[in-house]
């Protein structure tokens, strides 16, 4: 029996709105689009920043529901800049037969406000 890592879930174009250098760690992420995206709390994420090619691995914090925040904590707001466009992007690992009916979650938010339309 083989098992793979697939995508799991992915937030699409979203706009980073906070870099925190003085926080212990993480990405913030707007409750509500964890929610729509299956992403839960303390997730491991991989980061995708379009701007400047940057990928990075982090987990996941809730924040404010209906906020929009995306915000990089920690050495991670290094590698971004707040207006940045990131893809989030969570993985799985399951069974290669299993995987191959698997549909991902994946979430398109307005680019502009991070808000579910």
């Not at 529901?65 to 971004?80: I, M, Y």
Request: aromatic letters at 4%.
């Amino acid at each position: 029996m083989m098992n793979i890592e697939v995508v799991k879930s992915k937030l699409h174009n979203v706009t980073v709105t906070g870099a925190n250098l003085n926080y212990i760690g993480s990405i913030t992420i707007d409750e509500d689009l964890m929610e729509a995206a299956n992403i839960i709390a303390n997730e491991k994420v991989q980061i995708v920043n379009n701007n400047n090619g940057e990928r990075l691995e982090t987990y996941a914090i809730p924040g404010p529901r209906g906020s929009g925040e995306v915000t990089l904590n920690g050495a991670a707001a290094r590698k971004v800049a707040v207006g940045d466009i990131v893809i989030i992007i969570s993985y799985g690992i399951m069974e290669l037969e299993a995987a191959k009916e698997f549909k991902p979650t994946i979430v398109f938010p307005d680019e502009q406000t991070n808000l579910l339309k």
